[in-house]
């Protein structure tokens, strides 16, 4: 081909691809004291009649989840069925232990993340696991700090993946929540 024709095809490829309709994806981050005040949130979420967004939820054991103050695989599934019923799925969902935040657990799409095995420990459980992961999601450093410390108060965390267009209009409803 000559140099004409590359150019052609280029500048058609450019065209191409400026029409296509790339949405842009945002992540909400709310931390809720209480688990009643959460599932209201998430039943806000599920009750609107857009596209299903992405939920996850990443708490820490002993938020009225754990009365008995140890861990075993029982409490784990009931935790795991628990957490289906109220997104209404079937959702990825582990506990991994984090030395400054203690036993942590993790529901929802973003589960596959905090779960990803390095050297044989979930990435989550790393030090800066949760931190890293949060950010890299692009959540500003200013915020990321602000919810880790609620997550370290007990505070249960709710993260929502969907457009732009579509977390401001959740945004605007977990607002009037409160």
């Given at each position: 081909m000559?140099?004409?024709?590359?150019?052609?095809i280029?500048?058609?490829?450019?065209?191409?691809?400026?029409?296509?309709?790339?949405?842009?994806y945002?992540?909400?981050?709310?931390?809720?004291?209480?688990l009643?005040?959460?599932?209201?949130?998430?039943e806000?979420?599920?009750?609107e009649?857009?596209?299903?967004?992405?939920i996850?939820?990443?708490?820490?054991?002993?938020?009225?989840?754990?009365?008995?103050?140890?861990?075993?695989?029982?409490q784990?599934?009931?935790?795991?069925?628990?957490?289906?019923?109220v997104?209404?799925?079937?959702?990825?969902?582990?506990v991994?232990?984090?030395?400054?935040?203690?036993?942590?657990?993790?529901?929802?799409?973003?589960?596959?993340?905090?779960?990803?095995?390095?050297?044989?420990?979930?990435?989550?459980?790393?030090s800066?696991?949760?931190?890293?992961i949060?950010?890299?999601l692009?959540?500003?450093?200013?915020k990321?700090?602000?919810?880790?410390?609620a997550?370290?108060?007990g505070?249960?965390?709710l993260l929502?993946?969907h457009?732009?267009?579509?977390?401001?209009?959740?945004?605007?409803?977990l607002?009037?929540?409160?």
């Amino acid at each position: 081909m000559d140099e004409y024709t590359n150019l052609a095809i280029s500048s058609f490829l450019c065209q191409m691809n400026t029409r296509v309709n790339k949405a842009v994806y945002n992540f909400i981050l709310r931390d809720y004291e209480h688990l009643k005040m959460l599932r209201k949130a998430i039943e806000i979420i599920l009750d609107e009649d857009i596209e299903r967004p992405q939920i996850s939820v990443l708490g820490k054991l002993g938020n009225n989840l754990d009365a008995k103050g140890n861990w075993d695989f029982d409490q784990e599934s009931e935790l795991n069925a628990y957490w289906n019923k109220v997104l209404k799925e079937k959702v990825n969902f582990g506990v991994f232990p984090h030395t400054e935040f203690g036993s942590l657990f993790i529901a929802g799409a973003l589960a596959s993340q905090f779960l990803f095995d390095i050297s044989g420990r979930p990435l989550g459980s790393m030090s800066a696991g949760p931190y890293g992961i949060l950010r890299g999601l692009g959540i500003t450093e200013d915020k990321v700090n602000f919810y880790l410390k609620a997550l370290k108060k007990g505070h249960l965390l709710l993260l929502v993946r969907h457009t732009f267009q579509q977390t401001q209009l959740i945004e605007e409803k977990l607002e009037k929540l409160g």
